[in-house]
């Protein structure tokens, strides 16, 4: 476990916090959908760590700095939220499994409802720097409303197209993110393409069910309450299909967070 | 209850030994590794061999294990600790078939404790002897299978398979998983049933058995002399408690089970009262479990009379757990010129 120290803590939305932490240049470099387990340092409260996804992540020569985006939802997501600069956590990680690149498709769907948007900001920024070549790169934000939309300016600086919607129709348009999905699979090469969603379950099982019938590969990461972080106590079971069609139940936090949407047993959640 | 006198006993290794003496026969393959295990000096550590423990017929380099449940199968935690330093590692609960367990949310973090409801989930016993206990057999540490069944038989064909399987030091047997339906806890509560598991899993192993109480009973220290009584060589305690926790705003349960078994440090107080009682009123070593998190609390085990210790959700908390309390423990006994632990088991002064 490393010790970090806080640089920002800043609320850019009504629930909402973004983190910058720096830690020793021993931190190994994680890729997009990783997670780290983080609490704050000391006294025993929240005495388990909580999974929160990479935002960012920055290498210089004699330290790393981590950026984690997230909301409060509970007691541990409070106390973490009321640490101020120079405040010290501790964190452990990088943790999971992350998204697959097949550098062979040459469409990405890149798809974040709510906070799935620091995952899915994290893996615009590293298929921009990784990924060469012609690609094209599609971007959609939702959210109940504008001011749950966190992040935009650093997606927009990310080249590619983006689409907004909340379900008020605050900003963008109205509606699910999963329905801005149809505009822009049409026609596409199911082989050719890949789509990657972050978000609430209800909306990767509506997503699920969207894209059954047209073959188009996608990639969830998917969010369970977890206490170890490391696949040993079993608390994040998700029940998902092998390639015999048989179920067995796997770890969000080590075979995942990410899996492949058409294994994940959605009738279980 | 109240233990009607101060804690006295020592079990030497003799005593021990003389528990079960019909059913070790020399040059067993069970002698063979139990010398194995004391190969302290390899590591550097532990030079003395201050911080060794009998449990029974088992020799531990320290008195430190991992709870069952809380470590995986070792390999977990492999990256974060080197598991030759541990005393033993205790496996997840193994049942004959493998068990999907219990539909998820699983786990609520309580006021300093958690709540899980798992439900056994594990590979099965063959799948464990053939993908997991290979890895396990290269670490100078005892390693210790839990053993769970719905019936007698299960316990006993599960107890059997591990006693034949190579590299399986000790047997826990988990009467006391608060979770699942059939067996376990239904077994742990009653004093008859639990003399019947113990007697008749002696039966079919040459292993040291460990039986692993609840703390769901009113009186622990009956099924702690219920153990005794049919052949246990040593009872650890406890298993986590059953409660509750419910979100307010939904007005459901926040785990799926409806209920869980409680651990973490709220639990320490009861665990340490309990072990306190049994270790005053049996003979065999008691093994203390129950929000250890520190060398300061597992201490605190010791000199009320737990030979050794499992430590659980702290695993949860810091990957290190065990290793900042085996070497806790050294400083303290150390800081206190104490020859071995024999001076600190049962101490206490009251």
Same mark, same amino acid.
């Given at each position: 476990?490393?010790?970090? +120290?806080?640089?920002?803590?800043?609320? =850019?939305?009504?629930?909402?916090?973004?983190?910058?932490?720096?830690?020793?240049?021993?931190?190994?470099?994680?890729?997009?959908?990783?997670?780290?387990?983080?609490?704050?340092?000391?006294?025993?409260?929240?005495?388990?760590?909580?999974?929160?996804?990479?935002?960012?992540?920055?290498?210089?020569?004699?330290?790393?700095?981590?950026?984690?985006?997230?909301?409060?939802?509970?007691?541990?997501?409070?106390?973490? +939220?009321?640490? =101020?600069?120079?405040?010290?956590?501790?964190?452990?990680? =990088?943790?999971?499994?992350?998204?697959?690149?097949?550098?062979?498709?040459?469409?990405?769907?890149?798809?974040?409802?709510?906070?799935?948007?620091?995952?899915?900001?994290?893996?615009?920024?590293?298929?921009?720097?990784?990924?060469?070549?012609?690609?094209?790169?599609?971007?959609?934000?939702?959210?109940?409303?504008?001011?749950?939309?966190?992040?935009?300016?650093?997606?927009? +600086?990310?080249?590619?197209?983006?689409?907004?919607?909340?379900?008020?129709?605050?900003?963008?348009?109205?509606?699910?993110?999963?329905?801005?999905? =149809?505009?822009?699979?049409?026609?596409?090469?199911?082989?050719?393409?890949?789509?990657?969603?972050?978000?609430?379950?209800?909306?990767?099982?509506?997503?699920?069910?969207?894209?059954?019938?047209?073959?188009?590969?996608?990639?969830?990461?998917?969010?369970?309450?977890?206490?170890?972080?490391?696949?040993?106590?079993?608390?994040?079971?998700?029940?998902?299909?092998?390639?015999?069609?048989?179920?067995?139940?796997? +770890?969000?936090?080590?075979?995942?967070?990410?899996?492949?949407?058409?294994?994940?047993?959605?009738?279980?959640? | 209850?109240?233990?009607?006198?101060?804690?006295?006993?020592?079990?030497?290794?003799?005593?021990?030994?003389?528990?079960?003496?019909?059913?070790?026969?020399? #040059?067993?393959?069970?002698?063979?590794?139990?010398?194995?295990?004391?190969?302290?000096?390899?590591?550097?550590?532990?030079?003395?061999?201050?911080?060794?423990?009998?449990?029974?017929?088992?020799?531990?380099?320290?008195?430190?294990?991992?709870?069952?449940?809380?470590?995986?199968?070792?390999?977990?935690?492999?990256?974060?600790?080197?598991?030759?330093?541990?005393?033993?590692?205790?496996?997840?609960?193994?049942?004959?078939?493998?068990?999907?367990?219990?539909?998820?949310?699983?786990?609520?973090? @309580?006021?300093? #404790?958690?709540?899980?409801?798992?439900?056994?989930?594990?590979?099965?016993?063959?799948?464990?002897?053939?993908?997991?206990?290979?890895?396990?057999?290269?670490?100078?540490?005892?390693?210790?299978?839990?053993?769970?069944?719905?019936?007698?038989?299960?316990?006993?064909?599960?107890?059997?398979?591990?006693?034949?399987?190579?590299?399986?030091?000790?047997?826990?047997?988990?009467?006391?998983?608060?979770?699942?339906?059939?067996?376990?806890?239904?077994?742990? @509560?009653?004093?008859?049933?639990?003399?019947?598991? @113990?007697?008749?899993?002696?039966?079919?192993?040459?292993?040291?058995?460990?039986?692993?109480?609840?703390?769901?009973?009113?009186?622990?220290?009956?099924?702690?002399?219920?153990?005794?009584?049919?052949?246990?060589?040593?009872?650890?305690?406890?298993?986590?408690?059953?409660?509750?926790?419910?979100?307010?705003?939904?007005?459901?349960?926040?785990?799926?089970?409806? @209920?869980?078994?409680?651990?973490?440090?709220?639990?320490?107080?009861?665990?340490?009262?309990?072990?306190?009682?049994?270790?005053?009123?049996?003979?065999?070593?008691?093994?203390?479990?129950?929000?250890?998190?520190?060398?300061?609390?597992?201490?605190?085990?010791?000199?009320?009379?737990?030979?050794?210790?499992?430590?659980?959700?702290?695993?949860?908390?810091?990957?290190?757990?065990?290793?900042?309390?085996?070497?806790?423990?050294?400083?303290?006994?150390?800081?206190?010129?104490?020859?071995?632990?024999?001076?600190?088991?049962?101490?206490?002064?009251?």
């Amino acid at each position: 476990m490393w010790t970090g +120290s806080i640089i920002f803590n800043n609320q =850019p939305g009504p629930q909402h916090l973004h983190m910058a932490v720096r830690l020793p240049a021993e931190f190994q470099d994680p890729i997009p959908g990783q997670f780290v387990m983080i609490r704050p340092i000391g006294a025993g409260v929240p005495l388990l760590s909580r999974p929160l996804s990479i935002y960012n992540f920055v290498r210089y020569q004699n330290h790393v700095t981590l950026e984690l985006l997230y909301r409060v939802v509970g007691r541990g997501t409070e106390l973490l +939220s009321q640490l =101020p600069p120079a405040g010290e956590v501790k964190i452990l990680g =990088p943790l999971g499994s992350g998204f697959r690149i097949e550098k062979a498709k040459s469409k990405r769907i890149l798809l974040a409802g709510g906070m799935g948007v620091a995952p899915i900001t994290f893996l615009a920024q590293y298929l921009e720097r990784q990924v060469t070549g012609k690609n094209e790169l599609n971007i959609c934000l939702g959210a109940k409303n504008c001011a749950e939309i966190v992040g935009v300016e650093r997606i927009k +600086s990310i080249p590619g197209l983006l689409n907004i919607s909340t379900d008020d129709g605050s900003l963008g348009s109205c509606g699910l993110v999963t329905d801005l999905l =149809p505009g822009i699979t049409q026609e596409c090469d199911p082989g050719k393409t890949m789509i990657y969603a972050c978000g609430p379950m209800a909306m990767l099982k509506a997503l699920a069910k969207q894209l059954a019938p047209t073959g188009i590969p996608c990639q969830v990461s998917i969010e369970e309450r977890m206490a170890c972080g490391v696949g040993a106590c079993l608390g994040c079971a998700v029940a998902v299909q092998n390639r015999r069609g048989i179920r067995e139940q796997k +770890s969000v936090c080590k075979d995942g967070p990410v899996f492949n949407i058409q294994d994940v047993c959605w009738d279980q959640l | 209850m109240t233990p009607s006198r101060k804690v006295t006993f020592t079990v030497t290794p003799a005593e021990a030994g003389v528990q079960t003496p019909s059913r070790r026969k020399p #040059g067993t393959k069970n002698n063979k590794l139990v010398s194995g295990l004391l190969r302290n000096d390899k590591n550097g550590y532990d030079k003395q061999g201050m911080l060794t423990v009998e449990i029974g017929p088992l020799k531990l380099k320290n008195p430190v294990m991992t709870a069952s449940g809380t470590f995986g199968y070792g390999e977990e935690y492999a990256p974060y600790v080197d598991l030759n330093r541990l005393g033993a590692i205790i496996v997840k609960g193994l049942s004959l078939k493998p068990r999907q367990g219990n539909p998820s949310p699983r786990i609520m973090e @309580t006021p300093s #404790g958690m709540l899980n409801a798992i439900g056994l989930q594990n590979v099965g016993v063959k799948s464990f002897i053939r993908d997991k206990l290979p890895y396990l057999r290269q670490f100078d540490t005892a390693i210790i299978a839990n053993v769970y069944g719905e019936t007698i038989e299960e316990y006993l064909r599960v107890s059997e398979i591990l006693t034949a399987a190579d590299g399986v030091h000790a047997l826990e047997i988990n009467v006391s998983c608060p979770n699942v339906k059939k067996g376990g806890v239904a077994f742990g @509560t009653d004093p008859d049933m639990i003399a019947e598991v @113990t007697a008749r899993v002696k039966d079919v192993t040459n292993l040291p058995v460990i039986i692993k109480l609840s703390p769901n009973v009113t009186d622990i220290v009956v099924m702690a002399k219920a153990a005794e009584a049919a052949g246990a060589d040593a009872v650890s305690l406890i298993n986590t408690i059953t409660g509750m926790s419910v979100d307010i705003e939904k007005r459901i349960p926040h785990l799926k089970n409806v @209920t869980g078994g409680l651990s973490g440090p709220a639990i320490k107080p009861i665990a340490l009262r309990m072990v306190w009682q049994a270790a005053s009123q049996v003979h065999i070593p008691v093994i203390g479990i129950g929000g250890i998190m520190t060398a300061a609390d597992a201490l605190e085990f010791f000199i009320v009379g737990a030979r050794a210790i499992q430590v659980g959700t702290a695993n949860f908390v810091e990957p290190r757990a065990t290793i900042n309390i085996i070497e806790g423990i050294e400083a303290f006994v150390k800081r206190h010129h104490l020859v071995d632990m024999d001076e600190l088991v049962g101490s206490l002064k009251i």
